[in-house]
């Protein structure tokens, strides 16, 4: 895609990924052709075929894919577009590999699009400004879900499995998901970090079809936030933008993946939400070419159906900028899973989305917006020194538990050390606690003041009638409502008594 334009439609490239080595050994064939590798069309079975925005064929490398396709679809997201990736395509096909959730931290020609543009979007972000144009100052985030049996999973919270689940809601401005770990970071190689921890906890198990099988599907989610200062009249503006990579479970056939328990349990629920998608991508493309004349039942899109297309009800026919990946097998045996994929993909170019730039808002005079801005900072940083707590912990328990296994003789001098161990541990506890406690506070806080404060920004920006929004005063007054609330609220944490004061007054 040309750097300059957008798009109104979803951008479809198909990946052909190489027979593997199994497949050779077996006798397999390639049965997808691609006749010219300068053009976008493939044939399957000698006899259908099919035209794309672009076509990969099995030796095209990883960096060409990007430079190609996913380079300037990326850098839209610091012009305000919200901006989507998808890989769509069966087990073992080569999406994990080509979005690079499975990244190991080190940049060689293997990896995959996800941390490429994490580069590009960093050197946007640390460029230095235009001596000419508008200066502008950017915050990124990053956060990472897990889709998994129709359940949804914060894959960047450091709670156990139970307690990382989270629920899907919707308000005015689409579809939301309360409570997910949104963390500041201010490099690419940081953002890594986040990435590979997160991936470490997706659930992942071994298939006949793929040794490796993602059996959930993954969205990780960079958030721009960028101020910018026009230099004649000196007025901020600031506007939030979002690029969504999706990693989708692929399809599978239990017949030939001979799945059973869990894994046939965690195929069902896979299958079900991509015949979902499957569903909305077929109702979308039907419904761009429907005469207005038509029923509003012929246009139905049933996103409700699956909470994967409730998640990617922005992607497809919603204000993004979407580009999806098909990847797809070659081999002969395969073939009828392929030509699934490349159906669907065929019918995704007809797609209409409506990308528009985030409205900028203007800067609110009252202060609300630096508000929300610290009260996001302070929740990412007590989320980081939570974090670290509860490794220092496990680091000051590991020399008692040795101790213990190793049996040695001095049993008084081991009954000390563990009392004085357990009250550092019930300290650190506590101290881990109450951190917690301070960032789901300023967490409420921020997410009440947030709307309020959109509100009056857009109000600015759009020239919208007052009679259907709060007064400046009545805004002020809420907000200073909510903010005496919590800090009420923290102050009653801060006067807790903890461990120490409590031995102190014994």
Same mark, same amino acid.
């Not at 593997?20 to 997808?32: D, Y």
């Given at each position: 895609?040309?750097?300059?334009?957008?798009?109104?439609?979803?951008?479809?490239?198909?990946?052909?990924?190489?027979?593997?080595?199994?497949?050779?050994?077996?006798?397999?064939?390639?049965?997808?052709?691609?006749?010219?590798?300068?053009?976008?069309?493939?044939?399957?079975?000698?006899?259908?075929?099919?035209?794309?925005?672009?076509?990969?064929?099995?030796?095209?490398?990883?960096?060409?894919?990007?430079?190609?396709?996913?380079?300037?679809?990326?850098?839209?997201?610091?012009?305000?577009?919200?901006?989507?990736?998808?890989?769509?395509?069966?087990?073992?096909?080569?999406?994990?590999?080509?979005?690079?959730?499975?990244?190991?931290?080190?940049?060689?020609?293997?990896?995959?699009?996800?941390?490429?543009?994490?580069?590009?979007?960093?050197?946007?972000?640390?460029?230095?400004?235009?001596?000419?144009?508008?200066?502008?100052?950017?915050?990124?985030?990053?956060?990472?879900?897990?889709?998994?049996?129709?359940?949804?999973?914060?894959?960047?919270?450091?709670?156990?499995?139970?307690?990382?689940?989270?629920?899907?809601?919707?308000?005015?401005?689409?579809?939301?998901?309360?409570?997910?770990?949104?963390?500041?970071?201010?490099?690419?190689?940081?953002?890594?970090?986040?990435?590979?921890?997160?991936?470490?906890?997706?659930?992942?198990?071994?298939?006949?079809?793929?040794?490796?099988?993602?059996?959930?599907?993954?969205?990780?989610?960079?958030?721009?936030?960028?101020?910018?200062?026009?230099?004649?009249?000196?007025?901020?503006?600031?506007?939030?933008?979002?690029?969504?990579?999706?990693?989708?479970?692929?399809?599978?056939?239990? #017949?030939?993946? *001979? +799945?059973?328990?869990?894994?046939? $349990?965690? =195929?069902?629920?896979?299958?079900?939400?991509?015949?979902? /998608? !499957?569903?909305?991508?077929?109702?979308?493309?039907?419904?761009?070419?429907?005469?207005?004349? #038509?029923?509003? *039942? +012929?246009?139905?899109?049933?996103? $409700?159906? =699956?909470?994967?297309?409730?998640?990617?009800?922005?992607? /497809? !026919?919603?204000?993004?900028?979407?580009?999806?990946?098909?990847?797809?097998?070659?081999?002969?045996?395969?073939?009828?899973?392929?030509?699934?994929?490349? $159906?669907?993909?065929?019918?995704?170019?007809?797609?209409?989305?409506?990308?528009?730039?985030?409205?900028?808002?203007?800067?609110?005079?009252?202060?609300?917006?630096?508000?929300?801005?610290?009260?996001?900072?302070?929740?990412?940083?007590?989320?980081?020194?939570?974090?670290?707590?509860?490794?220092?912990?496990?680091?000051?328990?590991?020399?008692?538990?040795?101790?213990?296994?190793?049996?040695?003789?001095?049993?008084?001098?081991?009954?000390?050390?563990?009392?004085?161990?357990?009250?550092?541990?019930?300290?650190?506890?506590?101290?881990?606690?109450?951190?917690?406690?301070?960032?789901?506070?300023?967490?409420?806080?921020?997410?009440?003041?947030?709307?309020?404060?959109?509100?009056?920004?857009?109000?600015?920006?759009?020239?919208?009638?007052?009679?259907?929004?709060?007064?400046?005063?009545?805004?002020?007054?809420?907000?200073?409502?909510?903010?005496?609330?919590?800090?009420?609220?923290?102050?009653?944490?801060?006067?807790?008594?903890?461990?120490?004061?409590?031995?102190?007054?014994?």
């Amino acid at each position: 895609m040309h750097s300059g334009s957008v798009p109104d439609t979803v951008q479809v490239a198909v990946r052909i990924r190489p027979l593997s080595t199994q497949e050779l050994a077996g006798g397999h064939h390639n049965v997808i052709i691609q006749p010219n590798p300068a053009e976008p069309k493939l044939i399957a079975r000698g006899a259908e075929e099919f035209t794309f925005t672009e076509v990969y064929g099995p030796t095209v490398s990883q960096a060409e894919v990007y430079d190609r396709s996913v380079r300037g679809v990326v850098l839209k997201l610091l012009q305000g577009f919200n901006v989507s990736i998808l890989a769509y395509g069966q087990t073992g096909s080569g999406k994990t590999y080509t979005i690079g959730t499975s990244f190991d931290g080190r940049i060689t020609n293997q990896t995959g699009i996800l941390p490429r543009a994490l580069l590009d979007i960093f050197d946007a972000v640390n460029a230095p400004p235009d001596g000419d144009g508008p200066s502008a100052s950017y915050r990124v985030f990053c956060s990472f879900m897990e889709l998994y049996q129709e359940h949804v999973y914060d894959l960047l919270s450091h709670r156990n499995r139970y307690e990382r689940l989270l629920c899907i809601r919707e308000d005015a401005e689409g579809v939301i998901v309360p409570g997910l770990t949104e963390l500041a970071v201010s490099s690419a190689e940081e953002t890594f970090r986040w990435l590979m921890h997160g991936a470490n906890s997706r659930a992942t198990a071994p298939t006949r079809m793929n040794k490796e099988s993602n059996r959930s599907h993954t969205i990780f989610t960079i958030i721009i936030r960028s101020r910018q200062k026009t230099n004649v009249t000196n007025a901020e503006h600031v506007a939030i933008s979002k690029l969504h990579f999706v990693d989708l479970a692929g399809s599978e056939r239990a #017949k030939k993946s *001979r +799945a059973s328990g869990d894994r046939l $349990r965690e =195929s069902i629920q896979i299958n079900k939400g991509l015949l979902a /998608l !499957g569903n909305v991508i077929s109702a979308l493309a039907s419904s761009s070419g429907t005469s207005p004349t #038509k029923s509003a *039942r +012929a246009t139905f899109v049933s996103y $409700r159906d =699956s909470k994967l297309t409730r998640l990617l009800q922005n992607s /497809l !026919g919603g204000n993004s900028i979407t580009l999806m990946l098909a990847c797809i097998s070659p081999a002969d045996y395969n073939i009828e899973e392929t030509i699934s994929t490349l $159906r669907y993909a065929e019918r995704a170019l007809s797609i209409r989305n409506k990308p528009a730039r985030t409205p900028p808002a203007a800067m609110s005079q009252s202060g609300s917006m630096a508000e929300v801005e610290r009260l996001s900072k302070t929740v990412s940083e007590l989320r980081t020194e939570n974090d670290q707590l509860r490794r220092r912990i496990a680091a000051e328990l590991k020399p008692a538990i040795e101790a213990g296994l190793a049996g040695g003789k001095n049993g008084r001098h081991l009954a000390t050390q563990n009392r004085l161990l357990h009250g550092q541990l019930q300290s650190s506890i506590e101290e881990s606690t109450r951190n917690e406690l301070r960032a789901s506070i300023a967490e409420n806080a921020l997410g009440r003041l947030e709307p309020l404060v959109l509100q009056e920004l857009r109000a600015e920006y759009a020239d919208v009638t007052a009679t259907a929004l709060l007064s400046g005063d009545e805004l002020r007054i809420k907000c200073e409502e909510i903010l005496l609330r919590y800090r009420t609220e923290y102050e009653a944490l801060r006067q807790r008594p903890t461990a120490q004061h409590r031995s102190t007054l014994d």
